[in-house]
Structures are given as structure tokens and as C-alpha cells.
């Protein structure tokens, strides 16, 4: 009989089997196998008593009762049972409802950060049992979750506008974005100038103030890796005459130099990747989203590339450090540090996780490219250089600055010339150079011209999804598994849109978050959620018992703040729809993949139709729903008759590749009506030669394609 270990993705099991052998059966749960039941008061799953909480559960679905009969099946033919779920609260909660539904007395319980023989041989050699507290953390959690959704979104489908759901974390998340847009809108602009001279030595100063006008120098600016950007504007003016002044000044005064500053400066490496940042970097170096930058580096991890990628530490393991030492003393030896660079986490970081790095630093790029889709490979990439930066050098700097003086007026100059390059070798994030000339103290200098610029200050921006996660993460709201799922339910329930890479939130977002805002209003601050997620990990911690910190949390402030909040609201039929569960179907919805929901009807031959209860949209910007084909004996998408009625509108363009005309192709994109030019000949339209044949609008009406450029108008369709 062989041994079994259990893990959660079947994605693992091929990669786990080589490494253990003919002696071992691998399984997987696919995830969570059991949650709280839909059954009860408010379809909670569990009652909140006075000294204690009574959970019930049951399968996920019915994937999941299959999953749990094959493990059961498994566990009987087993000598052992290893759990292996995931090394984070979630992970130790899904091991938990293994060990019960299999009804193992002393489950055996192994962690490993990476998917090596090493690292999984290790973990076999020394198993422990469930750690209670982090499951208990994640039970609060689940029930905390469930009790603000299933009792906070009642409130909001009372305003009938097409709200689904509140969250403890969706909120407040969505409360930052809704706040950003009320920033951008309340903004006014003001009018301002930037005062310059540029001198025949071969550098351009700036105004930056004078002995007769008080100035407050500006703060400067820097990239989010904390490197010096170039100055491009002086000291504000804030009027045309005032600008002109110092013009003026600049053109009758001679000029000298009164101050010249010279330090050269060290910029310590990164911290390697948690999961906040690598979304981050994913995101503006990679442009993916955090959801696809999480899915590309689950499948690095279970092919054994890199390290869990759900953490929030930087720490290392020294192995890794060692080997990350010894790579550069044989590539760089001039970029091994004295000591060994360690970084320090945030005070709440779970420490016993490492960062996310590569599992083998010595992998050539040459030999995993052919294994590696190109998202795989480039995401790898980011991760193996921002590793082994975190192991180098730190960058020297000579920063310098020069300050002229004409008549009363100062003028300033910043330059930075990179020394050394150490870890930026690997993570570039250093400023190009800004040399200045090499000049002396009272030097006089030759004006070439002096001038002003006008400026207009500029609203705040609006979130890309990694700075909101970056900001989520800065605030305390959730934790890293959270931060990609987050985002995408504000997405699904059409809350917020993304609109040229930036968040933006609906018309029904900013009306769901004033309302909550007069409703639940401690529910949209950070610091309370913060709060909360602070109490879960006392729990993790064992400084906490669960069922006590729910109950007084329930007590004390849920409970009173919903009475609160439904006052004067009108009753809404609709928040029956909790207690009255529908029954989940084996199909699953095109667009989320979760099981679809039947809804009654006497209108359909199988008495149902399907729905997705996810908040997926279909046609019209409506529920998605699925009904049978009697003739291609499959669920089908609805298909609106006004489409399958249009034709094609042609025009006078001609495809380059075949000289049949082009057509209008509509479609809509993130909820935006979209119009393209594609070919014609529906015959040959999908080879490879018409690939890149397809034109898109530009905002002054001309179409435009990424791969053949402007269209130009060619002779008139054929009749």
C-alpha cells in the first residue's frame, strides 16, 4: 500500500509524483472541499449563541462531494496521510475539513515553501500536527465574511439599483476608489509657472526663490523605487507678471555661482517580492493584472520554480542567501556585499513564510524559455532579478547641486551620476544620469536664455490595480490571498470599471458607497477593517479566541449598526433570495467557472433555466444566463435577434492582404460599445496572413492597427 498526500491543486501532482515516486499516491482537494451551510437564520450556516458559535458544513458543490468520496477512497488504501494544503491561514483551514471528512485522529500536517525534492523530503521528514490557532483564525474569518455579506447586502438591494453585495473588505476597498473620484471631481485647477534660465556651460537651473519673496521649497519627487527624478519645474509662481519679473532679473543681472553641494549617497537593494509587490511590479513592468499575475505564479510554483507566492515577508532562507552569494562570486564578484543583505519585514508580517524568489538560482533563462509560456518566463524573470538585486550591493550615488544667484534672484540645479550600479545591475530603478559641468565657487556664467513655462496643477490620479493594491496593503485591508480576488468582485459587480488602466468607479459603485457611508460608515474605513484583520491575527497567534472575539463583535456593534442602518429603508422582497437557495447545477458559467444556479420556470422544457449568482453579466448588461438546446443538446448563451440579424457593413477600405473590403465588426469591451475593421472574406479571415487585419478607431476618427499602422482609403468597393 502506498502513501497518500493530499494537496489542494491539481497542478502539483504531476511535479510531487516525480519527486516521490512509484511508493506514493499524490491527490487534490481543487481548493476548498467544504463550507458553511446556506441553512438557518439569514441562511448563515451558523448560530451566534451567547458563550458560543454552532458552524455547520457541508461540500462546496458537487465537484466537491466527488473530490471528498475519491479522498476517502484514497485515505482507506493508504498507509499514511500526509495533508500538504497550501503554508498560509487558509491553507491550515482547508487541511482542517480534510482531516474531518476523512475523520483522521492525528492528522499528519507538512509545510513547504517551494516544490523542490529538497524542500518536499524535508518537510516528510518532520510532519506536525494542525496548528489550531491559525485554523480557528481562518473559521473566524469565513463566519466574519459571511455575516457581513449575508447581513450587510440586504441593506443595499433595498436601493434597487442593481447592487449585489457589501464585504468587509470589498467595501472598504471600493470606499478608497469612490473616494480618489470624489477628489478628482472637487478639484480645481490653478494656474502656475515654472522660471528657468539655461547657461552656455551647458546645464538649465531653476527659479527657486529670492531674497525679497519668501519661498517654500518644493518636496522632491521620486518613482516608487525611491530614486531622485530629474527637476522639471522651478518653484512655483503662481502669476504671469511675477514670472516675467524674474525673466527679466535673469536678463539684466550677471550670474554666478554661490553654492556648489557634492555627496556621494548609497541606495540600499529592494526587499524581494511579497505578494503585494510583485503585483505591483507585474503590473507597471509587465502590465498584468494582480489576478493574472497570481495566476502565472501559482503555475511557477507548482512546477517547482519558485517559492509560495501568497506571502507578505521579505526574509530569506539562508540557503537561498548562500546560494544567491555564491552565483554572484562566480558572475559578479564585484556585487558581493560584505555581509549578507537582510531586509526587515512589516510588524505584521507572518515571518515564518519567505518572500517570493526562485526555488534553483541557477537555472539558466536559456534553458526554461522553451518550457515557459511567455507570461510564465517573463514573470520568472522579474522574480529571479529582484531575488538576486536583494542580494547585492547596495548603488552609490553622487548627487550634486549648484545654486547661481543674479541680482536677488536663485536658480538651482540637480544632477546625479550613478558611481556604482550594484543591485541596479539587476532592478533598474535608478535615474538616468543628470551630469552637471564641473564649476567653481563664484565661477561667472554666460545667460543663453531665461524663459517661464505656465503649468496647470493636475487632479489626483486614479488607481491602476496594482497601486490600489499597494495602498490596500499600506492600510491593512486584507491580506495577500485577498488583494486579486478583491479587485475582481468589485469588477464583477460592475462597482468599478477599468478605463485606459485605471479604476474607475460605476455610477452604481458611488451610489452603493455613499449609501454605506451613511449606513454602515465604520464599515468603509480602513482603520476598522484594519482592526479586524489585526484581531485575526491575534487569533492566529493564539492571543485570541475565536468564538469570544465574534460574539462580542456581533454584540457590540454589527447587530446594533444593522438595526441602525434599516431604518426607514423600504422592505425589498428580494433579500429572501439568501434564505431560499437555489439548487447549483454541474454546468458552469462561461465567464467565473463556478457552478450555475437553476431558477424554476414553466416557460422551458426542463422546467429551469441556469443563472449565475456570481455577479457575471451577459446580454444587455443583465445576469448571465444559460438555457438548453433540445438540438445541440448543450447549455447555450442567449443570442439577442437584433444580432443574429445584422449584417456586416462594408466599406470603402480594402484588406491588404486579399483587396476584399473591410467590414464594421461592433462589440462591446469592459462595458464600452466598440467598433472595428476586420476583412471580409469569411473564408480566409482566420488564417495567418489576416491575423494582424484588424483597424481600430482613433479619437480623431481615423482607424489605426498595432501591427500595420494608419489606414488610408483605396478604391471603391467593387459593385
Avoid at 498507509?79 to 480534510?98: K, L
Amino acid at each position: 500500500m502506498a502513501n497518500l498526500l493530499i494537496v489542494e491543486s491539481p497542478g502539483k501532482i504531476k511535479k510531487l509524483k516525480s519527486i516521490l515516486g512509484p511508493n506514493w499516491d499524490v491527490k487534490a482537494s481543487v481548493g476548498h472541499i467544504r463550507q458553511l451551510a446556506n441553512d438557518g437564520e439569514g441562511a448563515l450556516g451558523f448560530e451566534i449563541e451567547p458563550d458560543r458559535i454552532d458552524c455547520r458544513y457541508v461540500a462546496r458543490d458537487d465537484r466537491a462531494k466527488q473530490t471528498i468520496a475519491g479522498l476517502k477512497t484514497a485515505a482507506r488504501q493508504a498507509d499514511q496521510v500526509y495533508i500538504a494544503s497550501d503554508p498560509d491561514r487558509e491553507g491550515e483551514t482547508i487541511g482542517w475539513h480534510i482531516a474531518v471528512v476523512l475523520g483522521l485522529k492525528q492528522p499528519q500536517r507538512i509545510v513547504y515553501q517551494e516544490i523542490t525534492e529538497t524542500a518536499v523530503r524535508a518537510a516528510l521528514s518532520s510532519p506536525r500536527s494542525l496548528d489550531m490557532n491559525l485554523v480557528e483564525a481562518g473559521r473566524c474569518r469565513d463566519c466574519l465574511d459571511k455575516l457581513v455579506g449575508y447581513k450587510g447586502s440586504p441593506l443595499v438591494w433595498r436601493l434597487n439599483n442593481g447592487a449585489k453585495s457589501v464585504g468587509r473588505v470589498q467595501s472598504a476597498t471600493l470606499h478608497l476608489v469612490c473616494q480618489r473620484e470624489r477628489e478628482i471631481q472637487a478639484f480645481n485647477p490653478v494656474d502656475y509657472w515654472s522660471v528657468f534660465v539655461d547657461y552656455a556651460e551647458g546645464f538649465r537651473a531653476f527659479y527657486s526663490g529670492s531674497a525679497q519673496v519668501e519661498t517654500q521649497p518644493e518636496a522632491e519627487a521620486s518613482d516608487d523605487a525611491g530614486a531622485q527624478a530629474p527637476v522639471t519645474e522651478s518653484t512655483r509662481v503662481l502669476s504671469q507678471a511675477e514670472a516675467q519679473r524674474w525673466v527679466a532679473i535673469a536678463q539684466t543681472h550677471p550670474h554666478a555661482v554661490k553654492q556648489i553641494e557634492g555627496k556621494q549617497t548609497p541606495k540600499k537593494p529592494p526587499a524581494p517580492f511579497t505578494t503585494s509587490s510583485l503585483q505591483q511590479a507585474a503590473g507597471s513592468r509587465l502590465k498584468f493584472s494582480p489576478e493574472q499575475t497570481m495566476q502565472v505564479a501559482q503555475k511557477l510554483y507548482e512546477a517547482g520554480l519558485i517559492t509560495y507566492m501568497r506571502t507578505d515577508s521579505v526574509q530569506l532562507s539562508p540557503e537561498f542567501s548562500a546560494a544567491a552569494r555564491n552565483w554572484l562570486q562566480a558572475h559578479d564578484p564585484d556585487n558581493v556585499p560584505a555581509t549578507v543583505s537582510k531586509q526587515r519585514s512589516a510588524k505584521d508580517a507572518q515571518d515564518a513564510h519567505e518572500a517570493i524568489r526562485p526555488s534553483n538560482v541557477n537555472i539558466s533563462s536559456a534553458e526554461l524559455k522553451p518550457q515557459l509560456s511567455e507570461p510564465e518566463f517573463n514573470l520568472y524573470v522579474l522574480i529571479w532579478l529582484r531575488a538576486i538585486a536583494s542580494q547585492s550591493k547596495p548603488a552609490l550615488l553622487r548627487k550634486t547641486r549648484i545654486i547661481t544667484e543674479s541680482g536677488v534672484v536663485q536658480w538651482q540645479a540637480n544632477g546625479q551620476v550613478v558611481e556604482f550600479a550594484g543591485y541596479g545591475k539587476y532592478w533598474k530603478d535608478l535615474s538616468a544620469d543628470i551630469e552637471l559641468p564641473r564649476l567653481h565657487l563664484g565661477q561667472s556664467l554666460t545667460l543663453d536664455q531665461a524663459g517661464h513655462e505656465q503649468k496647470q496643477t493636475q487632479p489626483p490620479p486614479r488607481y491602476t490595480e496594482p497601486k490600489l493594491v499597494q495602498l490596500m496593503e499600506r492600510r491593512g485591508i486584507g491580506r495577500p490571498s485577498t488583494y486579486a480576488p478583491t479587485i475582481a468582485t468589485l469588477k464583477q459587480r460592475q462597482y468599478v470599471e477599468l478605463l485606459k488602466a485605471k479604476l474607475q468607479p460605476t455610477t452604481l459603485g458611488l451610489e452603493v458607497d455613499a449609501f454605506l457611508g451613511q449606513a454602515l460608515p465604520d464599515l468603509l474605513e480602513a482603520e476598522f477593517t484594519a482592526q479586524m484583520e489585526s484581531a485575526l491575527d491575534a487569533i492566529a497567534d493564539g492571543k485570541q479566541e475565536w468564538q469570544r472575539y465574534l460574539i462580542d463583535w456581533n454584540r457590540d456593534y454589527f447587530e446594533p449598526a444593522l438595526r441602525q442602518a434599516g431604518q426607514g429603508l423600504p422592505e425589498q422582497p428580494r433579500a429572501a433570495s439568501y434564505s431560499k437557495q437555489l439548487e447549483k447545477s454541474r454546468t458552469r458559467c462561461p465567464s467565473c467557472t463556478k457552478p450555475m444556479s437553476k431558477v424554476p420556470t414553466k416557460k422551458t422544457k426542463k422546467g429551469y433555466f441556469l443563472k449565475c449568482e456570481n455577479g457575471c453579466q451577459g446580454t444587455d448588461d443583465k445576469d448571465l444566463v444559460m438555457f438548453w438546446s433540445e438540438r445541440g443538446k448543450q447549455w447555450l448563451l442567449p443570442q439577442p435577434k437584433a444580432v443574429q440579424a445584422a449584417k456586416p457593413k462594408l466599406t470603402d477600405y480594402r484588406c491588404p492582404v486579399c483587396r476584399q473590403p473591410l467590414e464594421e465588426y461592433s462589440y462591446r469591451k469592459e462595458g464600452q460599445a466598440k467598433t472595428l475593421l476586420r476583412c471580409s472574406n469569411t473564408k480566409d479571415r482566420n488564417d495567418k496572413q489576416h491575423q494582424d487585419v484588424a483597424y481600430f478607431q482613433t479619437k480623431v476618427g481615423t482607424w489605426w492597427s498595432p501591427k500595420l499602422g494608419d489606414l488610408s482609403a483605396a478604391t471603391p468597393k467593387p459593385e
